[in-house]
């Protein structure tokens, strides 16, 4: 850790004290139990957080209700302008914050960066948004009419979010809540606990140098106990939850239950599609990024690909040959192209899913293996492995969260590939490697991908911001980020005003007195 600048790193991102729990800005502490952070990269203890008990919890919600009452009658530019101000913090900070995310989660030092940068281009999105935040005029079938929809601020937006993007998927949404006049009570994921305080840190400063009420970001700490306290309570309208199908199901069911909203963000099971005129050299790069970048823990990495028999050989082989290339070891060293998995649990889902896969009749031909000796300590790395699967084994229809790679063949035409490619629960990401121009719109048409994702010549892995981002089926079909997925935290008033001294009614409807 020393080495590679963590300790420099919390100290520059304000957290000094590594016992400290934080919940709305910088009033409180938490006061439940402590849950600690090793990290995966050298199996070191980072910190220890202690997590909000149900005293705390309303303690937070009653900041948030209360800010939420002065931020909703801000004017959302001037809401912008704070957003703004936030992202400069996260400019400073990039440095420090990347480097945390990347120790405390595990995945490369590059791509601890681009998490960052992903915050900060959201925030950027979110300033220019909060002056387009518009609805339509209509015309009124009543004469002397008129009619028109607003979008007012919703309330408290609660956020549940996954350990595999800690900071990213939080400012996703908290950047577009904020402009749009929301309040945010965030529950990071209780495997990353100190980069949710190094957010929240940042965060509650700009908002106290700036007059803003502290409860308008809102940190709670703990695992599901705490999400359920956010699922189960009347007081936010909206959940939005990124996390397995698992979790979808039970958060789902209880926002329902109350007739909330949910935003569902989860699991995946992302393939490529490559046809007899891929680039073979694009889908090598694009397939194995996809396969083992953040070791196989992305929402959008890539399982599955669906390779037509004509050039299975071939890109099999060069498949297998760039894998021989890859180190592993300290993602804090560039060197390296994969880092660890985030903790034991997550290594024994990878050795099951290897056991599975040939007990099922699956053949493997790259081993996988966990990694042992120095450097390896945390006994959190593996070998990214590949086996030769069909779709339906119980195992290939299953999402495992680790570099486990399944290819399959498939002969006949676009439809037939289309057939396994959409043949799962999941419909995240997909992706086609082509250059056969009917194949690429096959695959984007009604008939094609089923995913809320669909990339061609692109791998299934990572997003940017500008587009809407969520998949379809178990996947849980929940829009962020992009395009004009900010409509979820607002509500949506129709008005209509009469200007005249007559009052009739709409349909024609006669009602004389
Ligand atoms: P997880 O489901 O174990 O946990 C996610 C979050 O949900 C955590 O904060 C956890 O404490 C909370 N949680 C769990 N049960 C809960 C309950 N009953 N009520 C309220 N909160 C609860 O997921 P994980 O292991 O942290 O992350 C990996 C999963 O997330 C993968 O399935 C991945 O595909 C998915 N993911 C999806 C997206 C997406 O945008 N679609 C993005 C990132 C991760």
């Not at 992903?118 to 925030?123: K, L, Q, S």
């Not at 397995?244 to 007739?259: D, F, P, Q, Y």
């Not at 989860?266 to 073979?280: K, Q």
């Not at 660890?340 to 599975?356: E, F, G, H, S």
Request: charge should be negative; include cysteine; charged fraction near 25%.
């Amino acid at each position: 850790a020393e080495k590679f600048g963590i300790k420099q790193a919390l100290k520059d991102l304000g957290i000094k004290d590594i016992n400290e729990g934080t919940s709305t800005g910088a009033e409180f502490f938490g006061s439940g139990e402590i849950i600690e952070s090793y990290s995966p990269v050298d199996g070191s203890l980072i910190g220890k957080v202690k997590t909000t008990s149900k005293e705390d919890y309303e303690k937070v919600m009653t900041a948030a209700t209360e800010g939420f009452k002065s931020w909703k009658t801000m004017p959302a530019p001037l809401r912008g302008e704070i957003v703004r101000k936030f992202n400069e913090e996260l400019r400073r900070l990039k440095e420090p914050l990347g480097k945390l995310v990347s120790y405390e989660m595990g995945k490369s030092y590059q791509e601890g960066l681009g998490e960052v940068q992903e915050m900060i281009d959201i925030c950027d999105f979110a300033v220019g948004l909060s002056r387009q935040l518009h609805g339509l005029t209509m015309h009124s079938e009543r004469p002397g009419h008129r009619m028109y929809e607003q979008y007012h601020p919703l309330g408290v937006v609660g956020i549940i979010s996954a350990f595999n993007f800690p900071v990213a998927v939080w400012s996703w949404n908290t950047a577009l809540a904020w402009v749009c006049g929301d309040a945010c009570v965030w529950k990071g994921s209780e495997k990353t606990p100190i980069t949710s305080v190094a957010c929240q840190k940042i965060a509650a400063r700009v908002f106290e140098e700036n007059n803003v009420p502290a409860g308008i970001s809102c940190l709670v700490t703990g695992d599901y106990k705490v999400g359920e306290m956010m699922t189960t309570d009347n007081r936010i309208p909206l959940i939005s939850a990124t996390g397995s199908t698992r979790m979808g199901r039970i958060v789902a069911s209880k926002v329902a239950e109350r007739l909330g909203n949910s935003l569902l963000e989860l699991g995946g099971n992302n393939a490529i599609i490559v046809t007899p005129d891929a680039d073979i050299k694009m889908t090598v790069i694009g397939a194995v990024f996809g396969a083992v970048g953040t070791a196989g823990q992305r929402c959008t990495s890539t399982r599955r690909l669906i390779i037509h028999e004509s050039i299975y050989d071939k890109v099999k082989d060069a498949i297998v040959a760039a894998y021989k290339q890859l180190s592993i070891g300290n993602p804090l060293d560039e060197n390296n192209h994969m880092g660890p998995l985030i903790d034991k649990d997550a290594v024994k889902n990878y050795q099951n899913a290897l056991t599975k896969v040939v007990e099922e009749g699956g053949n493997i031909i790259v081993e996988g293996g966990v990694l042992e000796g120095e450097g390896f300590e945390s006994g959190c790395y593996v070998k990214p492995a590949i086996a030769e699967a069909k779709n339906s084994y119980e195992i290939v229809q299953h999402e495992t969260f680790a570099p486990v790679l399944y290819m399959m063949k498939y002969s006949g035409n676009i439809e037939d590939a289309m057939e396994l490619q959409n043949g799962v629960k999941q419909g995240l990401s997909s992706a086609i490697m082509t250059n056969n121009l009917r194949e690429a719109e096959y695959f984007l048409s009604v008939n094609g991908s089923d995913c809320g994702i669909a990339n061609v010549n692109i791998g299934t892995s990572g997003a940017e911001i500008g587009g809407a981002f969520g998949g379809e089926k178990d996947t849980g079909g929940g829009r962020e980020s992009g395009s004009d997925a900010w409509k979820v935290y607002m509500r949506r008033q129709t008005n209509t005003i009469n200007y005249t001294t007559e009052l009739p009614l709409s349909q024609g409807i006669k009602f004389d007195l």
